[in-house]
């Protein structure tokens, strides 16, 4: 039997399994792979679905790529738009005007699909400064989707900053106290309090240190 299409909805919007969520190499954003979006897609949909290229312009002289695209499912579809910039000098290197077709096809992709707030609950706590911090959005941090857990608390929010030594994302509390560390630049020096060496643990304020100490351990 076929799915309807507000299940399929539904199975859209539901939250990605745990560490889905990648960062950037070069400036530690969060997102969510491309190739996940497809795969939950052509699960969803039971491959009954169809991208297809509204709109390609390629600007040579200007050195960008865009794109609107639309995602059909059944007779319901969206639209979604991509941007590019060409890479070095296109009419010398040539491949990379295919690059940034590439790139700009797989954003407009991506903007169709987040019509549909795909990804929103997994990519909300790491975007508690930008739109996820809104009160009529509460509910993608309080709410889970049935069978998975909830995100519980404000402290336990994951940065985008990730450890040097395990490689974990940051909650958002355990950014705040590397701020307490004199004169660390914690943009280079990010650690996880786990591995946060201990002649920095010492530098921090006592008194805050206990209280990161007792608000993080009580459950």
Same mark, same amino acid.
């Given at each position: 039997?076929?799915?309807?299409?507000?299940?399929?909805?539904?199975?859209?919007?539901?939250?990605?399994?745990?560490?889905?969520?990648? #960062?950037?190499?070069?400036? @530690?954003?969060?997102?969510?792979?491309?190739?996940?979006?497809?795969?939950?897609?052509?699960?969803?949909?039971?491959?009954?679905?169809?991208?297809?290229?509204?709109?390609?312009?390629?600007?040579?002289? @200007?050195?960008?790529?865009?794109?609107?695209?639309?995602?059909?499912?059944?007779?319901?579809?969206?639209?979604?738009?991509?941007?590019?910039?060409?890479?070095?000098?296109?009419?010398?290197?040539?491949?990379?005007?295919?690059?940034?077709?590439?790139?700009?096809?797989?954003?407009?992709?991506?903007?169709?699909?987040?019509?549909?707030?795909?990804?929103?609950?997994?990519?909300?706590?790491?975007?508690?400064?930008?739109?996820?911090?809104?009160?009529?959005?509460?509910?993608?941090?309080?709410?889970?989707?049935?069978?998975?857990?909830?995100?519980?608390?404000? @402290?336990?929010?994951?940065?985008?900053?990730?450890?040097?030594?395990?490689?974990?994302?940051?909650?958002?509390?355990?950014?705040?106290?590397?701020?307490?560390?004199?004169?660390?630049?914690?943009?280079?020096?990010?650690?996880?309090?786990? @591995?946060?060496?201990?002649?920095?643990?010492?530098?921090?304020?006592?008194?805050?240190?206990?209280? #990161?100490?007792?608000?993080?351990?009580?459950?």
């Amino acid at each position: 039997m076929e799915r309807d299409y507000k299940d399929i909805v539904a199975e859209l919007k539901r939250a990605f399994p745990k560490d889905t969520v990648k #960062f950037r190499s070069d400036n @530690h954003r969060p997102y969510i792979p491309n190739q996940v979006y497809t795969d939950r897609v052509e699960s969803a949909t039971e491959s009954r679905w169809n991208l297809e290229i509204k709109e390609l312009e390629i600007n040579v002289p @200007h050195r960008y790529v865009k794109s609107i695209v639309q995602v059909q499912i059944d007779v319901h579809f969206r639209d979604g738009y991509g941007f590019a910039v060409i890479p070095g000098d296109p009419l010398t290197e040539p491949s990379n005007i295919n690059t940034a077709v590439d790139k700009a096809v797989n954003e407009a992709f991506l903007t169709a699909l987040d019509s549909y707030q795909m990804g929103w609950r997994d990519l909300a706590p790491y975007k508690m400064k930008d739109w996820a911090g809104n009160p009529a959005l509460k509910h993608l941090l309080e709410q889970a989707t049935p069978g998975e857990q909830a995100v519980v608390s404000q @402290h336990h929010m994951r940065t985008s900053r990730q450890c040097l030594v395990c490689g974990r994302a940051l909650t958002e509390d355990e950014w705040d106290l590397l701020g307490q560390v004199p004169n660390l630049n914690r943009d280079k020096m990010t650690y996880c309090f786990e @591995h946060l060496p201990n002649h920095l643990k010492r530098k921090i304020d006592k008194v805050t240190l206990q209280q #990161f100490e007792k608000k993080n351990t009580a459950e």
